[in-house]
């Protein structure tokens, strides 16, 4: 009488544990065709550096004072002859390591 009811309770876990064991087995599989894929990828090229663009041709950008002056002018806050007067101002104290435009 006491026999049956072990019976059936082990049967339940003989259920659970053969669901265990098939939900293990099948991680494990999952984990050995990751592995191998894993293996098989080819090897990533080094990555390139970025290559230095080419100088557009044009005049050379104008200088920090050169750009200051040009804005002032276009906002309107000197008009034409001043600014030429204070360009040339400018272009004539050029530091000694620079070239003269």
Known sequence: ???GRYVHHDAWLIGYGLLL???LA???AALIVFLVGLGR???QPPPVPPQPQPFAAGPPPLTTAEQILSDRLAR???DVTDYEDRMAALRRHVPPDLPPP
């Open 21 to 23: 064991m098939l939900l």
């Open 26 to 28: 099948g991680a494990v």
């Open 76 to 78: 309107g806050e000197i």
């Open 1 to 3: 009488m006491g026999a």
């Open 41 to 43: 990828r080819p090897p």
